[in-house]
């Protein structure tokens, strides 16, 4: 077996990877399609639902972040940077765009409301800070032309986008293996959600780094 090859196998194995948390998240969002304000997460936001800026938010956040999940998966194919650069390119300042201008506010509005008391609203206030952050570096990075920092940023950036897809993941892991109770669930989730997802990140870039050396 070549390179090729291998590179191929391990590109379509994360294909695969994807589509088994993308789909679930695509049915999680399509659910608030009918309107309805007891449908999913809001059932537990009946105290907010009626302030407009606060329902907008959420709505923006949840139908916008499926197109982050999939437009910052897409950067870090070496394919489509190597054989379509115009479609890396145009695919990522969408990614950029998103985050910076849609959903980092939309974040921040349901962070400063989160259920869990501070703790909570604290732990979703630094998620979209730091997305905010590594994303807009990422973009200055690249129109520095510097693509070392670009990947680097990009890394932590898209850890912290698939946050929503570990938040999800850790809170069910919870429910079926411990008998704690709802709530601390979610506080201890809005931390691990994307605090692992961080650490990973840096070990990642750690190991690169070694790696280069």
């Known amino acids: 077996m070549n390179k090729n090859q291998i590179q191929n196998i391990l590109y379509q194995s994360r294909l695969i990877l994807f589509a088994l948390v993308f789909i679930p998240m695509l049915l999680a969002i399509v659910q608030y399609a009918d309107g309805k304000l007891t449908t999913g997460f809001l059932a537990y936001k009946q105290d907010y639902i009626s302030n407009a800026f606060w329902l907008g938010g959420f709505y923006v956040h949840v139908g916008t972040s499926i197109f982050c999940l999939i437009a910052g998966f897409t950067q870090f194919s070496g394919f489509i940077r190597r054989e379509f650069p115009k479609i890396h390119r145009g695919v ?3 990614y950029i765009f998103s985050i910076l201008f849609i959903n980092f506010p939309a974040g921040l509005i349901l962070a400063v409301h989160a259920n869990g008391g501070l703790s909570n609203r604290i732990a979703f206030t630094i998620l979209a800070l730091l997305w905010f952050t590594f994303t807009l570096k990422a973009w200055i990075s690249i129109r520095n032309k510097n693509i070392t920092e670009h990947y680097r940023f990009m890394v932590r950036s898209y850890a912290l986008t698939f946050s929503a897809i570990t938040l999800r993941l850790w809170k069910l892991v919870f429910i079926e293996l411990t008998d704690w109770d709802e709530m601390f ?7 691990l959600g994307f605090g692992l997802n961080i650490l ?14």
Do not use: R
């Open 200 to 213: 990973i990140a840096e070990l990642y870039l750690l190991s690169k780094k070694s790696l280069s050396d």
């Open 185 to 191: 669930i979610y506080q201890v989730d809005a931390w």
């Open 92 to 94: 990522g300042k969408v």
